[in-house]
């Protein structure tokens, strides 16, 4: 079965630095997409970034961006210039696709940005 | 913009009562799910319906079942609310066969059962 780790409950990181946060995973599967998903507090969760696993190609969404290592099963987010609208609960998520789109999710990492 | 709407954000409901939690879409999405979330467990799944009158269970369906008579709505039942059910249950819905399409989420249903 395909799990999803993320290892960092909490982080923190000071307004206009730099964060990353770790995801591993694992599964036999060649062809799956990974996600990152941002839950602010008493708010919606929401879509960050998404990655092609075919794609060699790192995504990026203007301040964020992922280090994807196929081979190491790591999908890493890092936030540039941290603002202190990133503070949320951050959930690394995979799905293998299928009709019914099933994602499975980490554990989450909480963020926290020091003004 | 695609909405996901949730009957409740919060709810306080008595050990043995049946509990809906209701949810609808506006975006005619085929498959809806329901989760359930807890600190340090994350997001786990509960039940999901992939089309009207459809449902299969998820990693955790043990306590619920669920109903989805009409495309837009897909309703969570606990049919006899338990303490080990507090928890913050959410909704998410998504086109059939579009990977690259995120789900959706709603706000979420804070349940506390006393």
């Known amino acids: 079965a395909q799990t999803v780790t993320q290892s960092q409950p909490e982080m923190s990181v000071q307004e206009a630095e730099t964060v990353t946060l770790s995801c591993t995973y694992d599964?036999?599967?060649?062809?799956?997409?990974l996600f990152w998903y941002k839950q602010p507090p008493s708010r919606q969760m929401i879509l960050v970034i998404r990655?092609?696993?075919?794609?060699?190609q790192n995504a990026t969404e203007n301040r964020f961006s992922v280090n994807f290592q196929k081979a190491a099963k790591s999908f890493s987010l890092k936030i540039s210039d941290s603002q202190l609208g990133d503070a949320a609960m951050y959930f690394c998520?995979?799905?293998?696709?299928?009709?019914?789109?099933?994602?499975?999710f980490g554990t989450g990492t909480l963020l926290a940005v020091q003004p | 913009d695609v909405k996901v709407t949730q009957s409740s954000r919060y709810l306080v409901k008595r050990t043995g009562e049946k509990v809906f939690l209701e949810c609808v879409q506006d975006?005619?999405?085929?498959?809806m799910f329901w989760y359930r979330q807890d600190p340090g467990l994350g997001l786990r799944l509960i039940y999901f319906?992939?089309?009207?009158?459809?449902?299969e269970k998820g990693d955790i369906p043990e306590g619920y079942s669920v109903s989805r008579e009409k495309k837009e709505r897909f309703s969570l039942i606990l049919e006899s609310a338990s303490t080990n059910q507090t928890s913050m249950y959410l909704c998410?819905?998504?086109?059939?066969?579009?990977?690259?399409?995120?789900?959706?989420f709603g706000p979420g249903t804070r349940l506390t059962v006393t």
């Open positions: 998410a819905s998504s086109p059939r066969d579009t990977l690259l399409t995120s789900q959706y």
């Open positions: 599964t036999s599967e060649s062809d799956y997409y």
């Open positions: 990655q092609e696993a075919y794609k060699q």
């Open positions: 998520a995979y799905t293998d696709g299928g009709a019914t789109n099933k994602l499975i």
């Open positions: 975006m005619d999405h085929e498959n």
């Open positions: 319906s992939y089309d009207v009158k459809m449902k």
